[in-house]
C-alpha cells in the first residue's frame, strides 16, 4: 500500500488511461451524488413535516358541536348541540389525571377590531389562561390572560402579531385601548405563534368576559386540551385516541347524542394526525432508502461492470507482464489497487460535491412540507465505503482470473 | 544450459486430442544460437512456450540452467521467467500506453529495482540497440522494426540467461528482419545463449544450429556454418 514504486506505476496507468478512469469515476461520483440528494431530501421532508405540527401542542385534543343527524331517544335530528362550563366543569374533574391544560373555547362572531382608524376583522376567542400552551403561542411583549382576568371579568385581550401589525403598526400596543364591536378593552400582551399569520391573526379575552360582555351564557363553542406526556410515542398515541374517545362519548350521553353521530359532537386529537403524518413520513422515508440503496446497486453494477471491462480490455498486457516476471498477487493488488483509489476519489468528490450543494441550497428551500433538507454525514460516508468495497470486490474476481490465465492465451487475446 | 528429454505435450480440442510434441530430446548449450524450424503445426511453438515456462510439458523433464523445472506454480513460473528468461514475440507485444523506456524498464520493475536505476539501465539496453533518442516514444510513433528492437531491449533489461524469440521477424520486412538480425547475432557474441522460432530459411542460417521439427519431433539437428549479417545493412 505504502510502496511508493506501485504508486508511480498506478498513478502512470490512471494519467495515460484518461477516458476509463473518468468513466469508472463518473459512475461511482454520480451514484454517491443521487444518493445523498435523495437522502437529503428524504430529512428535509421529515423536517418540513415536524415544522408543520409545531403550530400547536403535539398532543392535543379539540371537541366540538353541531347539529344532531341522527334521531336518538325519541329526538329529532336536527338538534343544536351546545356545549356548557358544566361539560367542561365535569370533564376536567373527571380526567383531572389525565389533562395537563385544558381551555373551553367561546366564539365571538363578528369581530371587528378598531383602533384609532384601524381596523380588521379577527376570530376573537374568549379563553382560558392555559390556551397559551394548547396553541404553542409565546409571548413577544406584555403577558397572557391569567386567572384574575377571568375571576374578576376583566375587559383585557392579548392580540395576535399580525394584529399588532395591522392596527399598531410598530407603535407601543400594550395598554392600548381597542374596540371590539363597539366595546374598549385594554391591550395587555401580543403573542406569536409557529403555524404563522393565519394563527397569528386572532384575539384572545377572558372566557368569563367574553360570555358576559357577548351575551354568551354560559355557552362553550368548543373545548381543548392537551394530555400529559407519556413514556413513548406509541403509547402517547394510544392514550391521546381513548382520552379523545371517551370524552366525546361522555358529552355525547350527556346531550343525549347517538354514538355514531359525529356531527353533533366530534373530537380531534393531533397525535392521531401525527401518527398518520409520521406513518406517512415513515414510508416516505423508506421509499427513499430503497430508491438510494437501489441507485447504490446501479453504481456497484456500473461500477462492476467497467471493471470487468478494464480487465478484459488488459487481459494482453496482463499476459505480457506475466510473460516478463510479474507475480500473478501483484497483478491483482494493481487492478484493485487502482479501481479502489479510482472509486474512492470520485466517491468523496460526489459526497463533497452533493454534501455542498445540500449546504448552499438546503437552507433556502422555502416549499411547504420540505424544510433544510440536509443528511447524515455519517450515513454518506458509510455509502462511500460499501462503493468502494462493491468496487474492489466486483474488480478482484475478474483480475483474479485474469492473473490466472496462462500468459501464452493472454497474449494470444488480440 | 538448457536440456530437455523425453518430452510430451498433447492439446485436447473437444473431444480430438491433439498430440503436438511426441518426446522431444534436445539439448542446448551456453552461448548457442539456435534456429529451431519447421511448417506450421510441427510443434514449434508449442516447444517454445514450454521452454518459455507459459506453457507446461505433460511428459518429460526440462532442466534449465540446473534448475529442474517442474510442477510450476505461478508464482514461481513468474520468479523463473523473470530470473532466467527474455521473451521476444512475433508481435512485440509492448504495452502501448508506455513509452520505449518504460517498457523496457518494466522487467526491472517485477525484479524490484528501484526507479532511477531502472530508468539507467534501461536506457543503456535501448543504446544497446540504437533507439536511445526514441526512448520517450510511444510503440504506435515506431515502425515494426524499432519495435522488435524495443522489444529485444525489454527481453535484455532482465539480464536472462536465455533469450526466447518466438518468429521476431515474422511481422518484419527483409531489410528490417537482417536489422533485427544483426542485433540477435551482436548479443549472442557476448555470449548469450539464443533460441529462435522461425520459418524463414535465411533467418534460420543466421544462427549457428538448425533443429528441424517435423510432426512433433526433431526430425534433424545439426551445426551450421553462420551467415553473418552486414553491418552496413542498417545505421
Partial sequence: MFNIERWQEIFETIRKNKLRTFLTGLSVASGIFILVILLGFGQGMTNGVAKEFEEDAANRIVVWTGVTTVEHKGLNPGRFIELRNEDYDLLIKKYEDDLEFKSSVYRIWSGVATYKN????????????????????????????????????EKVIVIGHKVYKDLFGNKEAIGEQVQISGINFKVIGVYSDPGGEREESRIFLPLSTSQRVFNGGNKVRNMGFTLRPQATFQQAVQHSIAI?????????????????????????????????????????KLFFWVVGICTIIAG?????????????????????????GAQPWSIIGMILHESIFVTAIAGFLGLIFSMALLEVIGPNIEIDYIVN???????????VFVLIIAGALAGFFPAWRAARIKPIEALREE | MIEITDLHKSYVMGTNTLHVLKGIDFTVNEGELVAIMGSSGSGKSTLLNILGMLDEADQGTYTLDGTLIHNLNEKIAARYRNKFLGFVFQSFNLISYKNALENVAMPLYYQGVKRNERNEKAMHYLEKVGLAEW???????????????????????????????????GALDSTTSYEVM??????????????????????????????????????????????????????
Avoid at chain 1, 392555559?130 to 390572560?145: H, K, M, P, V, W
Avoid at chain 1, 433538507?373 to 455509502?383: G, K
Avoid at chain 2, 522494426?145 to 518466438?166: F, H, M, N, T
Avoid at chain 2, 522461425?198 to 551450421?224: P, Q, W
Fill in chain 2, 182 to 235: 544483426e542485433i540477435i547475432q551482436s548479443i549472442n557474441d557476448e555470449g548469450k545463449t539464443i533460441l529462435i522460432v522461425t520459418h524463414e530459411d535465411d533467418i534460420a542460417h543466421m544462427c549457428k544450429r538448425i533443429v528441424n521439427l517435423k510432426d512433433g519431433i526433431i526430425i534433424d539437428d545439426s551445426i551450421i556454418s553462420q551467415v553473418r549479417v552486414k553491418a552496413t545493412s542498417h545505421v
Fill in chain 1, 118 to 153: 384601524e381596523s380588521g376583522s379577527y376570530r376573537v376567542e374568549g379563553v382560558y389562561p392555559d390556551y397559551q400552551f394548547i396553541e404553542n403561542a409565546s409571548l413577544t411583549a406584555g403577558r397572557f390572560l391569567n386567572y384574575d382576568d377571568h375571576n374578576g371579568y
Fill in chain 1, 373 to 383: 433538507p440536509s443528511v447524515n454525514f455519517n450515513v454518506a460516508i458509510t455509502t
Fill in chain 2, 135 to 169: 526512448a520517450t516514444h510511444l510503440p504506435n510513433e515506431l515502425s515494426g522494426g524499432q519495435k522488435q528492437r524495443v522489444a529485444i531491449a525489454r527481453a535484455l533489461a532482465s539480464e536472462p540467461k536465455v533469450l526466447l524469440a518466438d518468429e521476431p521477424t
Fill in chain 1, 300 to 324: 456497484v453494477v456500473g461500477v462492476s461492470n467497467i471493471m470487468l471491462i478494464i480487465v478484459k480490455e488488459r487481459t494482453k498486457e496482463i499476459g505480457i507482464r506475466k510473460a516478463i
Fill in chain 1, 244 to 284: 379523545s374517545n371517551e370524552i366525546e362519548s361522555f358529552l355525547k350521553e350527556r346531550h343525549i347524542v347517538a354514538p355514531e353521530d359525529d356531527s353533533a359532537i366530534d373530537s380531534w386529537n393531533s397525535l392521531e394526525e401525527a401518527k398518520r403524518y409520521y406513518d406517512l413520513m415513515d414510508m416516505i
